[in-house]
């Protein structure tokens, strides 16, 4: 799968390990912590996990 951010990167598969989205994958730009760069491109490549 590829897909190109608003910086006209190639997104990054990343998985998140946040406590609401633990071990769930997302494309994200690659320049996401560069402070010069203004893009926040980001999608869930998988659905969410069900409540237990």
């Known amino acids: 799968m590829n897909?190109?951010?608003g910086c006209g990167e190639l997104a990054?598969?990343?998985t998140s390990w946040t406590e609401n989205n633990p071990a769930r994958r997302?494309?994200?730009?690659?320049n996401f912590m560069d402070p010069t760069s203004?893009?926040?491109?980001?999608?869930?490549?998988d659905a969410p996990l069900p409540n237990h």
């Open 12 to 14: 990054r598969m990343r």
């Open 3 to 5: 897909i190109l951010c």
């Open 26 to 30: 997302f494309l994200g730009c690659p």
């Open 38 to 45: 203004n893009c926040n491109f980001f999608q869930w490549v």
